[in-house]
């Protein structure tokens, strides 16, 4: 049993004390036993271990809704000759080309470093969308070895595409299923599986067929839909349907789906995803820097579509990604006054919910019963500070390097920014050991 406590104490729970000044959690087997303030919990619980939280802010862990862990070695990397004028280019100049290199032990390098970042930001839950076309077999077992080794709750799935031919696509369905058989085998509450998809204009009709053959409706699908326009011109010149059209002809939506982007859907396409109760994740700064558009988020709450909010590995700070979330949406509508409900919403209630249809148990509240998911954010503010503005400093003073300890299904993976369940600089070591050696191979060169 912990006691966490000491600190501000953000609960988010609707239907409970959403804000106490001093306050804590108690923890034990994985759940909360309770919250309340921290000399009532230490009278009522002198056994448990005590956490001090020395007067930072205690929250929930943070879910990002959509990452790759595949481009995590490619920091800092710049590929000879790689200068890209669209978005293809982007992918087959860069993320594709990476991932045509990932062997298993450049995979397992790669869910390191994105783990060890995650922790450290205080992102407790991933949802990744992996690709390692070089070496396809066992690669979602290589990534979930290292989120069970390092304590990091996940939902993985295989990227299913033609773009490298039709052994690579079939090897790509069957790494889906086969993790997907594990994960019914071995029901956990810390690893599940979704089936993936890339997007759109590199999978087939016949390709759909045999994901959902595969599948047999037991997951749902995490797919790109519609994050460049050559999606939408592929499905239409091709298929004559747009795409969500297109995914609602092979039956690929749901409740338990996500769409990834979702930036050049139209209104018909949002009744659609709105009709089969399917989610949609929201990437704000990768769809930036990849020059691909808005998401037209303020449009998909209107309808009252589930939207969540990832980073597409463009960071590994959610906090960062709520705050690019509000800037393109007031910019894009040139409406200063817009977009603070939804960007709070997806990141501190929505993903949670996302995390609930996928099959976790509760998250995103601190209340007794819920996971025992818990950060500590080390912001000592200079301004009032209370539960009528908490949205306020998250958007404007805090960010995920402040997060001082971490907590996963009870157990503390970081404490006081000091990782307690690896050797920190042995692993780094190892992974630039790895990272090396795929930068030359990807520059033909020596690093």
């Known amino acids: ?10 609960t988010r729970d609707p239907g409970g004390a959403g804000y106490l000044p001093d306050g804590g959690v108690v923890t034990d087997g994985g759940k909360i036993v309770e919250v309340g303030e921290t000399a009532a919990l230490r009278d009522k619980y002198p056994q448990a271990e005590f956490v001090d939280a020395r007067g930072g802010v205690i929250m929930p862990g943070l879910i990002n809704a959509h990452t790759h862990i595949y481009s995590a070695l490619a920091r800092g990397l710049s590929i000879n000759g790689y200068a890209p004028t669209n978005f293809y280019e982007v992918l087959d100049g860069q993320w594709w080309y990476i991932d045509r290199h990932l062997d298993l032990a450049a995979t397992r390098a790669s869910a390191q470093a994105l783990v060890i970042d995650s922790i450290k930001q ?4 991933i949802f990744d969308h992996h690709a390692s076309f070089c070496e396809i077999p066992g690669s979602l077992m290589a990534i979930a070895e290292v989120t069970r080794e390092m304590g990091m709750r996940a939902c993985l799935c295989y990227e299913v595409s033609d773009r490298d031919g039709e052994e690579k696509s079939l090897q790509s369905v069957q790494e889906n ?20 998809g890339h997007a759109l204009f590199t999978i087939s ?21 519609s994050e460049g326009m050559n999606d939408v011109y592929d499905s239409l010149q091709n298929y004559g349907r747009r795409p969500v059209q297109r995914l609602q002809d092979h039956g690929i939506l749901g409740s338990k789906t996500i769409l990834g982007h979702c930036i050049h859907v139209n209104t018909a396409e949002m009744d659609i995803i709105k009709a089969t109760d399917t989610m949609c994740v929201n ?16 449009r998909l709450f209107q309808k009252g579509i589930l939207v969540g909010l990832g980073t597409d590995a463009y960071t590994n700070d959610m906090l960062e990604s709520i705050k690019a979330a509000l800037t393109i949406q007031r910019h894009n509508a040139c409406l200063p006054g817009v977009g603070w409900c939804e960007v709070t919403d997806m990141l501190f209630k929505n993903n949670a919910k996302m995390a609930r249809r996928a099959g976790f148990p509760e998250m995103g509240v601190l209340k007794a019963g819920a996971a025992a998911d818990v950060i500590v954010m080390d912001y000592k503010p200079f301004t009032p500070f209370s539960g009528a503005n ?10 995920g390097r402040q997060c001082q300890t971490t907590m996963v299904n009870g157990k503390i993976l970081m404490r006081d920014r000091v990782l307690t369940e690896i050797d920190e600089e042995a692993v780094n070591a190892k992974i630039l050991e790895v990272s090396k050696k795929l930068w030359g191979t990807l520059n033909h060169c020596e690093y």
């Open 1 to 10: 049993m912990i006691l966490l406590a000491n600190g501000r104490l953000i």
């Open 122 to 125: 205080g992102v407790t839950t």
């Open 177 to 196: 299923k086969d993790f997907i058989d594990y994960c019914e085998k071995n029901p956990s509450g810390m690893l599940k599986a979704m089936f993936g």
């Open 205 to 225: 009709d016949k390709t759909f067929e045999r994901m959902n053959a595969a599948n047999a409706g037991r997951v749902g699908y995490h797919i790109h839909v």
């Open 283 to 298: 990437n704000p700064e990768s769809n930036m820097g990849n020059a691909v558009g808005c998401s037209p988020v303020l």
């Open 390 to 399: 908490i949205d306020g400093h998250m958007l404007f003073g805090m960010t």
